[in-house]
């Protein structure tokens, strides 16, 4: 597991990393941070704990915490960008972020399809790849479709 500890501009405060085996169906503690001391004076409005873990079978599980509630995040705009390619016969969109994006949203003006993952955060300077299944839209028309919105755009 991969883990850090960043300020809502992008910038690491504390990462690392551990390696522990967990048995199937079974919980246990593999890590433990006090952050109180990093988190004072309205930090915590600022920050954001993220952790990555890789399972056995190479699937990958993203968990995010924030410590305070999203209405009270300082936001800055993430700079989301998209871009529609064809890996072999599946089309995939490339979304990436400048700071991190909470609630990302991909929405398509006038095509039905399905999306391998929807509604996800990403870390600042991080992409994420997303499988496309639509029969409505060539490439070129997903690209001109395509809206992207984060939690960002609703404050």
């Given at each position: 597991m991969a883990?850090?500890?960043v300020d809502l501009s992008g910038d690491v405060v504390d990462s690392?990393?551990?390696?522990?085996?967990?048995?199937?169906f079974s919980s246990q503690e593999i890590l433990k941070r006090d952050y109180s001391p990093s988190l004072s004076d309205n930090r915590d409005r600022n920050s954001r704990f993220e952790s990555v873990f890789t399972a056995a079978t190479g699937q990958i599980y993203r968990e995010t915490h924030y410590f305070v509630p999203y209405k009270y995040l300082s936001l800055q705009n993430p700079g989301l960008t998209g871009e529609v390619k064809l890996d072999g016969d599946k089309l995939m969109l490339v979304i990436k972020a400048d700071k991190p994006a909470l609630f990302v949203e991909i929405d398509f003006e006038q095509a039905d399809a399905v999306l391998s993952d929807n509604y996800f955060d990403i870390g600042a300077g991080e992409t994420r790849e997303i499988a496309v299944i639509t029969e409505d839209l060539s490439l070129e028309a997903l690209k001109a479709q395509m809206k992207l919105r984060s939690l960002f755009d609703s404050y």
């Open positions: 883990w850090k500890l690392g990393t551990v390696s522990e085996k967990v048995d199937a």
